[in-house]
Structures are given as C-alpha cells and as structure tokens.
C-alpha cells in the first residue's frame, strides 16, 4: 500500500468545520494502517489548526482557497513531492476543473461528496456517505467507482471505541446535547438555548458545544446567565463521542454529526442549516433515527419546546429513535473505504503449476487449519493429488491474489455444482491477515467468478469463533442466512448473489 494520503479540506465560519472533521476520521485511520497524512487546508482556526498537527499529520496552510490560483500553486507543490500519494478533495468548491489538475499531475483521487452537484465527476472513488446516496445521479468517468450510503459513513477513533457499549434508557431524559456547527453564523443556537429555557422540566442539565470559529460567544454566554437549567458552554471539545454517551437526547445541525449520533444511538432532533442537509434530516427522520425539525429560519421557540418536551417524556419513543440509530451505522465504514483505497493495486490471476508448494504452506498454515471442517495436517501426497486434479476440473476456478508488488497474498477457490451455486474458499498470507484484504479479496474473487462463470449465488460456510472471516464476507457484501451442519461442524452460512448491490 502506498504510504501518503494528501487531503485538501478547509473550514472557516461560513462553511464549518465539517469538513475537515470528517476527513480527520479517514486520516486516522489511514495513519493505523501504517500510512502518512498530509493535510492541505485554508483554515481560519487556530484550534483546529492544532488539532491536526496534535493527530500527527502533516498540515500545509493556505493564505487563498480555489479558485484563487494561489491554492493550486501551493497545493501541487505537495503533491509533486508525493507523486504515488492518493489525493482526498472535500468540498463543494473543488468542481470538475480542480479534479481534473489533480488526475492531470498522475494522482489517484478520492472525492467527498454530499449532493451529486457538479456536472461530472473525475474521481477514482466519489464517496457520499448519506443515506439517501444511492438516489442520486452522478455523472462520473467509466473507472469511477462510487461508494455510496451509511455503510461508508466515516467515524473518528473516539467513536469506534464505544462499538460495543450499550445505552442505558432512564424513564424521564434530562440531558441535552446541544451542537450546531462549528461556525454557525446565524447564531441557531442561542435560539435553541433561549427555546430549552422555557421548558417546565426539573433537573435539566444541557452541554452545548460552540466551534473555535463561532462569533456570538457574548450572546450564548448571556442566554445561558439567564437560565433556570444547569448549562455548560464548550468550545473546541476533542470528546465529542463522551457527550454523546452522557446525553439522553441531541439538538443538532444536519451534518456529519448525525452519522456519530446514531452510531451512538443518540436520539436527534436535526435542524436544517443549509440546502445539503436537508436531505439528511429527512432521511434521517424517515428511518425513525431523528426528528426533522426543518430549516433554522422557519423554526420557532415554541416548536422546539414541544418537540423535545414529547421526546423527554417519552421513554418507548426514545429507546426506539436510539435502537434504529444503530442500525443506520454500523461502524465499519473506514474499513471499507480503506479497503477500496489499497484495492487499487490488488489484481487475481489464475493458479499456475508453479503454485503448488505455496498453495499446500497456505493450507497448512496453523490458523488455517483450525479454520477448516476438517483440521487435520495435509501430507504433501495427498497435496499434490488434489492440485492437479483440480486443475483439470472445468466446475473449479482457483485464484492467486498479488499485491500492488506482485507479491502473493491469498488464494480464493470456487467450487461449482450442477446449478448455479458455487462455495468458496478463501485463505490469506500470514503477514497480510487483519489487514483489511480479505474483505476486498473476497469481493474481487466473487466479481470475476460472477464474470467468468454462469454462476448466480456463492455460498460461503464458516465456523462460528471464526469472526475475522465473518466480518470479512460480511464486508464484501454477503448476507447471513443461518446455521447449519458442515462435516458434524455448526457453520455460520452466508451467501452473495450476483444481483446484490456492493
């Protein structure tokens, strides 16, 4: 995998900071991967500015965003000196023309999106993770690959570490998150501060989190000197996910915060800031996960106040909103994109003779045979009988994965039957395992198998403690469908069709 990843994300008081957070999410992870981050950006804040040289990335500053030549200038300098480097743009004013610079110099490239804005895309990979993604047309080059939907929704470190904690549901829900934005240039929530002071509760403690760029510190300040209710301003908070976790309910902008919520499984009302969140308070609200409270303009006091008055109240209604949250993000989005980023340079090709002793190491392999049905050591013999006689059957494809330095990492073997079905077995390199290639080994597998073969539906039996396969193929698109009985073994079955969207 190639080691540098250059993003080119800004923020400042019109148009947040959510852009930069979320790619803050991506460059975390790319830096577990073992890789290097490079962050190109026009920010107006010095506290995010830090953030991010705290996270140990690499930051360029620019004094002027596009489309002021000065940003180009500045920026390919960078990518000059990086010239293998995947390239990361996220924001609405990178069009077509800034795209096409970045593919001109020789980079691969990576688009953020939310809205399918421009005319046409030049990415090799345009990323929408909302959940209405999937509805909208892009326009975008044959190699384009689109990732698309909450599958793919990013979560920083601070997020992934709650995975497994559960939310305890009280009868009457007293805290309040309150988070619009890292800028909020209408001043939304000193009208969301003014509306919870008129709510007949007890006990009512609310957090409310400003941005490093938020210019009505004197107002907010004064709503809350005013309050009847415990409320504690924050400003450029780095434990977004413990507020969370504190918090019955969240009042919030339409952003990327949403996706962090309901992995979360916070209950939200989502107020629209602007035209892109729209779609996500709607979609959000459909799914039972929030409430759509509508645009910040049209929103009066009185609506807030009884909407979350109810929502308080309202224990049965709260567990539901934090249940169904859970299951719009599932956590495992930046595994997916990373898989998609470092399956540029992963390509299959046919086992060969010369493939025979690396096949039977695999095989024997200490993880893998405790793996298998049938955990028994294989003698060389038997080895050898088996590989040529698979060779020769026209209802068995074996593949050989080779990495982007032609090194092999795994092998994928089909079986077919007298249908359309075909079961597959998979296995990985030693030093390539929990590495994120076996998802995307599998999904490369079973495309070209769909492609080569008139094969419908692979089947794929695993053992039960086997969770990193599971989480694999669960990764590559394929769906559970039960227990059952292999060689006097419970298997987990999971099957993936040829129409099954990936």
């Known amino acids: 995998m190639n080691k540098n990843l250059i993003i080119r994300a800004d923020a400042d008081t019109h148009m947040g900071t959510g852009h930069v957070m979320r790619c803050i999410a991506l460059a975390q992870a790319w830096q577990d991967s073992g890789g290097q981050v490079f962050f190109i950006t026009a920010c107006e804040s010095d506290g995010l500015l830090q953030r991010l040289s705290n996270e140990g990335f690499q930051v360029v500053t620019l004094g002027q965003s596009y489309p002021d030549p000065a940003d180009w200038e500045a920026t390919s300098q960078v990518l000059g000196a990086h010239p293998d480097a995947w390239v990361v743009l996220d924001g609405y004013h990178f069009d077509e023309a800034y795209q096409k610079q970045v593919k001109k110099a020789g980079h691969r490239l990576l688009v953020i999106d939310d809205m399918a804005h421009l005319e046409h895309y030049c990415a090799d990979i345009v990323l929408n993770q909302n959940l209405h993604a999937e509805q909208l047309n892009y326009s975008c080059e044959p190699y384009t690959q689109l990732l698309l939907g909450t599958q793919y929704a990013v ?34 929530t000193f009208k969301v501060i003014r509306a919870i002071n008129r709510l007949e509760l007890e006990d009512l403690e609310v957090k409310v989190v400003i941005g490093p760029s938020n210019p009505h510190m004197a107002s907010l300040k004064e709503a809350v000197h005013h309050s009847p209710f415990t409320i504690h301003l924050l400003a450029s908070v780095e434990n977004m996910a413990e507020l969370m976790a504190w918090a ?193 080994l599998i999904s490369k597998a079973v495309e070209e198998v769909f492609r080569v073969a008139p094969v419908e539906t692979v089947h794929a039996f695993i053992k039960p403690h086997n969770e990193g396969s599971i989480r694999a193929f669960e990764k590559a698109g394929f769906r559970k469908l039960g227990i059952e009985n292999v060689k006097r073994n419970a298997a987990m079955h999971y099957v993936r069709s040829r129409n099954d969207a990936q």
């Open 155 to 188: 979560l920083r470190r601070e997020f992934l570490k709650w995975r497994n904690w559960k939310r305890e549901i009280p009868e009457v829900a007293r805290k309040v998150l309150v988070t619009l934005g890292g800028g909020d240039p209408d001043n939304v």
């Open 248 to 440: 019955d309910v969240a009042i919030s902008g339409g952003g990327s915060t949403c996706w962090e919520m309901a992995f979360m499984g916070l209950p939200n009302l989502v107020v629209v800031l602007a035209d892109n969140q729209w779609p996500v308070a709607e979609q959000l609200d459909t799914a039972g996960a929030a409430v759509n409270l509508g645009w910040f303009e049209n929103l009066s006091s009185s609506q807030i106040v009884q909407t979350l008055a109810r929502l308080l109240k309202s224990s049965d209604r709260w567990a539901e909103m934090a249940q169904r949250g859970r299951g719009v993000v599932d956590g495992e989005g930046n595994a997916r994109i990373l898989t998609r980023l470092r399956g540029q340079g992963l390509r299959l090709r046919q086992v060969r003779e010369e493939d025979l002793e690396l096949l039977w190491e695999w095989a024997n392999d200490r993880e893998v045979r405790t793996a298998a049905f049938s955990p028994e050591p294989i003698p060389w013999e038997e080895h050898v009988q088996w590989f040529r006689r698979k060779l020769r059957e026209p209802t068995c494809f074996l593949f050989i994965a080779l990495d982007d330095q032609n090194t092999p990492i795994g092998q994928v073997r089909f079986e077919i039957d007298e249908g359309e079905d075909a079961n597959i077995d998979v296995s990985i390199d030693r030093s390539k395992r929990r590495s994120g290639h076996g998802a995307l």
